[in-house]
């Protein structure tokens, strides 16, 4: 069975961090994902997706991400239900992510961009895996 998924969207808020009981880092995000295609009003439509994240991941998320910030999000899907204050049965369908990838540049005015901002880094080539190409 293969239960994988991959998104690249936009943070619909800013990500907030919290801690379970035993101290473990958490954090649900929701990712705006476009769709491939236009309606019959000729605007793209987007999908919301909840992700929740652990650990260190939860915490660079809420630290180093802002709304609107493009994210790369790998993992798989979970679903559970539950029963709500109306005693409805309430069905949740999330991507629990495995692996975070930050797409956005840095905001102007961070620490980290106001000390790097003298020596503009030149952006290295990432290598490509031959396996990893779905096409050749």
């Known amino acids: 069975m ?31 994902v476009n769709r491939h295609y236009k309606n019959a009003s000729g605007e793209i439509e987007a999908d919301f997706v909840h992700c929740i994240l652990w ?3 939860a915490e660079n998320t809420a630290n180093y991400c802002k709304k609107g910030a493009v994210l790369g999000v790998t993992g798989r899907i979970q ?6 204050q109306e005693g ?5 369908t999330e991507v629990v992510a ?5 797409l956005s540049s840095k905001p102007a005015g961070t620490r980290e961009t106001q000390q790097t901002s003298q020596a503009p880094m030149q952006p290295q080539p990432v290598p490509i895996q031959r396996e990893e190409l779905p096409f050749v």
């Open 79 to 84: 679903t559970r239900n539950y029963d709500n």
């Open 98 to 102: 495995e692996g975070v990838r930050f």
């Open 55 to 57: 650990g260190k991941t």
């Open 2 to 32: 293969i239960n994988q998924v991959t998104l690249v969207g936009r943070l619909t808020k800013d990500p907030e961090l919290r801690f379970t009981p035993d101290g473990k880092a958490v954090s649900n995000i929701t990712l705006a």
């Open 88 to 92: 409805k049965r309430v069905y949740v």
